[in-house]
C-alpha cells in the first residue's frame, strides 16, 4: 500500500470515529423513539447498539410469531482515491427468513446517496434528512402492512 493510501486510510479512519462518536445518540434516540411508538402494537427487544464491522443500532420486533430486525446504519464507501469517500445512512427493517420489509435510505441509487465524511456540515444536513424521513407512524404503518400480507 502507498504512503498516499495509508495516510488517507488513517485520516478516513480518524473521521469515521469521529461521526461515530457523534451520532451515537441520535441512534439510539431515533431506534427509540421508533420502537415506543410500536410497541402497544408489537413485542419489541430492547433497542440495542452495537459496534461490530456494521456499526449500528437494532432492535427486534415480532409480528405475530415471525421475527423481524430494525436497524439503523451507518453505511461507507471508503475509496483511495481523489474524493469518494463517504457515507449514508439506511433504515432497514429485514425478517428473519430475509425478506425486506421496508428501508429507507435517501437518495439511494443515484451517486448523491454519499456524502463526504470530512465534511461534517454535509454529513449532519443528512442526518436530518435521514432522520426525518425515518417517521415512526410511517415504519408502524409499513411493520402493519407486512403484518397483513402474512396474514393474507
Request: net charge negative; charged share 30%.
Amino acid at each position: 500500500m502507498s504512503k498516499t493510501c495509508e495516510n488517507a486510510d488513517a485520516r478516513y479512519s480518524e473521521a469515521l470515529n469521529a461521526l461515530k462518536d457523534s451520532i451515537k445518540d441520535d441512534m439510539i434516540c431515533l431506534m427509540t423513539n421508533i420502537r415506543n411508538h410500536i410497541k402497544d402494537e408489537f413485542i419489541c427487544s430492547e433497542v440495542e447498539f452495537c459496534e461490530d464491522d456494521h456499526f449500528h443500532c437494532d432492535c427486534g420486533v415480532f409480528i405475530g410469531q415471525f421475527p423481524v430486525d430494525m436497524a439503523i446504519f451507518i453505511e461507507e464507501q471508503p475509496q483511495c482515491e481523489e474524493g469518494g469517500e463517504g457515507v449514508a445512512f439506511r433504515f432497514s427493517a429485514v425478517a428473519l427468513d430475509g425478506k425486506i420489509v421496508g428501508q429507507c435510505l435517501p437518495y439511494n441509487f443515484t451517486p448523491e446517496v454519499w456524502v463526504s465524511i470530512f465534511d461534517n456540515d454535509a454529513v449532519m444536513d443528512r442526518w436530518a434528512e435521514f432522520s426525518g424521513a425515518c417517521e415512526p407512524s410511517e415504519v408502524l404503518e409499513m411493520l402493519q402492512d407486512y403484518k397483513g400480507k402474512l396474514n393474507d
